[in-house]
C-alpha cells in the first residue's frame, strides 16, 4: 500500500489556521456569516505528531530552500526519497497516517485507494517553511522573513502576531475536535477557545483522530448532524 494518502492532513490542516487568522482582520472577516472548523489549529505548541516533529527536527524546510525546491511534492521522485528518508527506521510507515495523524478511530481502510487518486496535493516550501517557523517559535504569526526583511514588510523586527481575541466576539463560531488528534491536539484547541472573545459551540469526541473529522464512517452522526444544525440556525442557510 502506497503512503501518500498519509500525507494529506499535513496540508489541509491549513483550512483552519488560514481562516482564524483569516478572521483576525476586519476586511476578511465581514463576509463571513458564521464559521465551522474542524480540528481547528493555530497554536501548534503539543503537536505529537511524530511525522510533523520529525520533519521539523531535520529542517525538511531548510532543507528544501537548499535545494532549491520550490514545493514539495510527495508524487514526484525527490518527494518519495524525502519521505523515504522521513521514515527510515524512525516510524512505523506501514501506519504512516497515524504517525501523522494520531490514532483514528473510525477511518475505512479499504477505501485508502480511493483518496490515493486525489491525494496528496503538493505544497510550497515557503507555506512549509512558515508552519515549521511557528511549530518551532511556539507562535500564531506572519511569515517570519529575518531581521531585516521584517522590517521592510511589517515596520517590526519581529513577524506580528494573530491574536485570536480580535475575531469579533458576534462571529459566530462551531468548532469539533478530538481526543487522539495528533495533529490539533486538545490543549492547543483549549487555548483557542481561551484567547476567544466568543464561546464557540464545541464538538468533542475522545476516540477521533484528525482525519475522522472528515472520514470516519461514522462523522455524519457523530460530528456533521451537528454541524448542519449550527448552520441551520442561521436564516441565510435555512433559506436554501
Ligand atoms: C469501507 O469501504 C469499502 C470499500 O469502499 C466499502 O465496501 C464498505 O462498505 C466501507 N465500510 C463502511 C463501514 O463504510
Ligand atoms: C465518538 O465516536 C464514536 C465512534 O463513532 C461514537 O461511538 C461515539 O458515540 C462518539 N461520541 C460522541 C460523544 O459523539
Redesign the pocket.
Known sequence: MSNFPCMRRFFIWQGTIMALSAFTMPNAVEMIEAAALLCPISYLDHITSRFVLRAVSLHLDQLLITLGLHQLNFRSDTGIQILDSLCDGHMDCNNLLASITGVNCCF?M??MD?YLEYEPHPSSTKNLNHLFQMIRKGTFARFDYGWWGNLKRYGHIHPPAFNLADIPESLPLWMAYGGNDALADPIDVKRIIKGLKSEPVLVYNDSYGHIDFIMS?NAKDDVYANLIRFFQSYRWLSSY
Request: charge should be positive.
Open positions: 475505512n479499504t477505501r480511493y464512517v
